[in-house]
């Protein structure tokens, strides 16, 4: 889990991770941007088939990959079940099951399909642009993009401390698992609170100390930040590419592409 949620392999040197920050999250942005506005299915599902299948050639553990493209998955598959049996009006087959009959209906399912292939065309750039930026470059170009230096502080404290409560997470699973705390339905419900209950106080507690430690270090409301590079000609080549295929392929697919 620590390996799912760090940036460790953004770390590494590749083509895309030498790119400036600020353009990846240029291209990142234009590629959600199209799949939120695409009629097409095949677009999103072409973006979101590129950066999965690109991420194992830079070098990401294959596991990293479905353990990261998982949840999302599982998402858009509740959304196209959900908008199959509750919107439209002509149906394709029905289900029995127990005293309920589930009617699967054609304009539902195609509504699904197009609002689930959105989620997995954008939540894959994401994952893809979090594989090869580490998370603190990410935030520090925010700051380009006008985003507010108070949210990027938080974002930047959220982000390093959520490991720490991972891990005093584990720890507290691990000695209810040797204590048997999971033996059974209800002491497994049981321990499951005392967790989700410990990890909150120790979070309020570690954002307390947080604090006082940032003020001991002269903490005054507003944390420095390293300046930023200016851009050079490539990185303005390459992002006027990268926008280029973008764009001509998402009017490709809205005028040719089901």
């Known amino acids: 889990?620590?390996?799912?949620?760090?940036?460790?392999?953004?770390?590494?040197?590749?083509?895309?991770?030498?790119?400036?920050?600020?353009?990846?999250?240029?291209?990142?942005?234009?590629?959600?941007?199209?799949?939120?506005?695409?009629?097409?299915?095949?677009?999103?599902?072409?973006?979101?088939?590129?950066?999965?299948?690109?991420?194992?050639?830079?070098?990401?553990?294959?596991?990293?990959?479905?353990?990261?493209?998982?949840?999302?998955?599982?998402?858009?598959?509740?959304?196209?079940?959900?908008?199959?049996?509750?919107?439209?009006?002509?149906?394709?087959?029905?289900?029995?099951?127990?005293?309920?009959?589930?009617?699967v209906k054609q304009e539902g399912l195609r509504q699904g399909i197009g609002l689930g292939s959105r989620v997995l065309g954008s939540v894959g750039t994401i994952i893809f642009l979090g594989a090869v930026?580490?998370?603190?470059?990410?935030?520090?170009?925010?700051r380009w993009f006008r985003i507010p230096e108070g949210w990027i502080e938080i974002a930047l404290l959220v982000y390093r401390y959520?490991?720490?409560?991972?891990?005093?997470?584990?720890?507290?699973?691990?000695?209810?698992?040797v204590r048997l705390g999971y033996s059974s339905a209800g002491r497994a419900l049981r321990s499951s609170g005392i967790l989700v209950g410990t990890v909150l106080i120790r979070s309020m507690d570690q954002a307390v100390r947080t604090h006082e430690a940032m003020c001991l270090r002269g903490y005054t409301g507003t944390m420095p930040f390293p300046p930023l590079t200016p851009f050079t000609r490539r990185d303005f080549r390459i992002m006027a590419c990268a926008m280029l295929g973008l764009l001509t392929y998402f009017l490709f697919a809205q005028r040719f592409l089901p």
């Open 1 to 103: 889990m620590f390996d799912v949620f760090s940036d460790i392999f953004a770390r590494e040197s590749n083509l895309f991770s030498r790119l400036d920050p600020r353009v990846k999250i240029a291209v990142a942005g234009a590629g959600i941007v199209c799949c939120l506005c695409s009629r097409s299915v095949t677009m999103p599902l072409t973006l979101f088939t590129l950066c999965v299948l690109s991420l194992p050639a830079l070098g990401v553990p294959f596991r990293w990959v479905v353990l990261r493209i998982l949840p999302p998955v599982g998402i858009a598959l509740v959304i196209v079940v959900l908008q199959a049996l509750v919107n439209g009006s002509t149906p394709m087959f029905s289900l029995v099951v127990g005293p309920w009959t589930l009617s």
């Open 162 to 177: 959520t490991f720490d409560i991972m891990e005093g997470a584990a720890e507290i699973a691990a000695a209810q698992r």
């Open 133 to 142: 930026t580490p998370a603190y470059k990410i935030f520090y170009s925010l």
